[in-house]
């Protein structure tokens, strides 16, 4: 890695850090470093550790992991597709795994881990068929991307009807859901989200040199010795996975994907190490968002998804107004 | 010039594109060692044959042939070794420095996880010395003119060290200077380097001059190959592109020089 992206790297891990513990501090029993510290190795009082270990910390844990893997879903996508629109949330990935774990909550309720399975089955199907419908002899980013927007608009037509036609307390918890949430994780979902998200980030690992040379454009990639198509199909795959996964866990929080891979590069100013600076910004976002929602309007406590859908619609309206004037 | 000293070879080859056929039954030996230069009008399939060539595209039937093997049946890093192509359209990835895209050529000499090692930097230094880019290493390439943005591909290129250099109209955007400087450019690297150039171009006064081995293309066929003195004629301008010329010797360096009659 360079020397900027590095430094703005120890600056995100700095800043991550540093939002981590004040989320595990702040809250209806607030706690100094110290006492944290007690807890953390092990000491202090039985209530509060099942405040800080059992509560808290689960829920900045799954904040870090969804976070980076969001960020890291939507680098592959805005890499592949040669777009910054390119990302789960405007592809309709999302509202896909909604649709599969709409599915299971009428069938199965509160089963966490026929959620997944049907977050990341129903996500890969929409991605499958958005792929489909956009082959021509290969893939082009634009078709892809307004294919993906139709479907979106489809499959979010679909989980309305399904929640309008369900029980009212299936929908409740359905919409609940639907806004996305960080309320009631615990350390069963770590347990789930946490080997996905390391196995999906050492696949990117391994795949993240030929992408950027895919940015350069097919031919070139493959005559630089890339199996372009074979490579591309893996990084989609592990890209849905990245959404898929914390989709299930937290519900279909939008614009982390969007927006993190942008701030990371626009940070960086360079393409070299963005990956990993994306990875952390998407964490930041999404613990920022979540601490906002959960401390900023109090006595109220907002769904995290609505912090992220107002922050990064102001952030697409500006980036759809920039992209409209350049071309 | 005998057929035996050649690495790259198509043998019988039909090329299409969705469904449609761009050549069928081709055949063609690329001269080791030569500056060879693909000319033809638009759409008689010379940048599909380097694509070919290149194991970008798959041939429908026959093969192309690298060092006696078929190319598609060898590993895809180890063709990138030993041959480099410049397609026509590459994106300039955002924010890039000239360092950083030259660098991008060593890709198929490292390892999956291995580093940047002492031989990746001289090859891009070597590269950037080359192509006259070395005191434009960390600028940005999206700030560069077109002259020096090309130049900088094909330092790209020639950093990936391959002894086949595979180019697909390096001088189109590029003003009379800078394609005079790169066909010059091109020519070192054949005479000085050793390099064996394949390069497809539109201009035909430059083809006779630069390339030691000229093939002449139309629909998909070779209509005519050798030295640009021995094959180029009236008729044969004619033949390939339907165009009524005049042959004369470029004043200052003999080769031919074709001059379009017109109405």
Redesign the interface.
């Known amino acids: 890695m360079k020397k900027r992206p590095l430094i703005i790297f120890c600056f995100l891990l700095l800043a991550v850090g540093s939002v981590m513990l004040s989320a595990l501090c702040r809250g209806a029993i607030p706690l100094s470093l110290h006492d944290l510290w007690l807890l953390l190795t092990g000491n202090g009082p039985a209530g509060l550790r099942l405040v800080v270990v059992e509560w808290r910390l689960p829920r900045v844990l799954i904040a870090v992991f969804c976070g980076a893997a969001l960020g890291i879903s939507g680098a592959i996508f805005q890499s592949i597709l040669?777009n910054p629109l390119g990302s789960p949330d405007v592809l309709g990935l999302n509202a896909g795994a909604f649709s599969g774990v709409l599915a299971v909550m009428l069938l199965w309720p509160s089963n966490l881990f026929a959620m997944t399975l049907a977050s990341l089955v129903s996500a890969a199907l929409t991605g499958a068929i958005i792929y489909l419908l956009a082959w021509r002899?290969g893939i082009t980013p634009y078709r892809l991307i307004l294919i993906g927007i139709g479907i979106r608009a489809l499959l979010m037509s679909f989980n309305g009807w399904v929640m309008t036609s369900t029980s009212l307390s299936t929908a409740m918890s359905a919409g609940l859901w639907s806004a996305g949430s960080l309320n009631g994780v615990n350390w069963q979902s770590v347990n789930l989200v946490f080997p996905a998200v390391v196995i999906a980030l050492l696949g990117v690992a391994?795949l993240a040199?030929r992408m950027?040379?895919m940015?350069?454009?097919d031919?070139?990639a493959?005559?630089?010795?890339?199996?372009t198509e074979r490579t591309r199909l893996g990084l989609l795959f592990l890209a849905t996975l990245l959404t898929a996964v914390p989709t299930a866990v937290i519900g279909p929080v939008s614009f982390v994907a969007l927006v993190a891979p942008q701030i990371a590069?626009r940070l960086?100013?360079?393409?070299?190490g963005v990956l990993w600076n994306t990875a952390l910004c998407g964490s930041l976002l999404l613990l920022v968002a979540d601490y906002l929602a959960q401390h900023a309007f109090l006595p109220y406590q907002l769904p995290v998804g609505v912090i992220t859908v107002s922050v990064g619609g102001i952030y697409l309206l500006s980036l759809l107004v920039r992209e409209a004037r350049r071309s | 010039m005998s057929l035996s000293s050649s690495r790259l070879a198509a043998r019988d080859v039909t090329l299409a594109y969705d469904n449609k056929t761009v050549a069928e039954q081709l055949s063609v030996t690329i001269p080791d060692g030569e500056f060879t230069v693909i000319i033809g009008p638009n759409a008689c399939g010379k940048s599909t044959l380097l694509k070919a060539l290149s194991r970008v595209i798959k041939p429908v039937a026959g093969q192309v042939i690298l060092d006696g093997q078929a190319i598609h049946q060898l590993p895809a890093k180890e063709v990138a070794r030993q041959l480099g192509l410049l397609p026509q359209n590459s994106h300039t990835p955002a924010g890039i420095t000239v360092a950083d895209l030259v660098g991008r050529g060593r890709y198929p000499h490292q390892s999956l996880f291995g580093g940047w090692r002492l031989e990746d930097s001289q090859a891009v230094a070597e590269a950037m010395a080359a192509t006259h880019i070395d005191h434009l290493a960390d600028r940005p390439v999206e700030q560069l003119s077109g002259g020096q943005r090309q130049r900088v591909w094909i330092a790209m290129v020639l950093a990936q060290q391959t002894p086949l250099l595979l180019l697909d109209e390096p001088t189109t955007w590029l003003d009379i200077t800078h394609q005079i400087e790169l066909m010059e450019l091109l020519r070192e690297l054949n005479q000085r380097h050793g390099r064996t150039l394949v390069v497809v171009l539109h201009e035909l006064n430059q083809a006779c001059r630069y390339a030691s081995h000229l093939i002449a293309m139309r629909e998909g066929a070779i209509i005519a190959e050798g030295r640009p003195s021995e094959i180029i004629t009236a008729e044969l301008i004619e033949q390939v592109y339907g165009l009524k010329a005049v042959i004369i010797a470029d004043p200052i360096a003999g080769t031919p020089m074709i001059v379009p009659v017109g109405k």
């Open positions: 040669r002899q391994m040199k950027r040379l940015e350069m454009g031919d070139l493959c005559a630089l010795g890339i199996r590069r960086a100013n360079s393409p070299s």
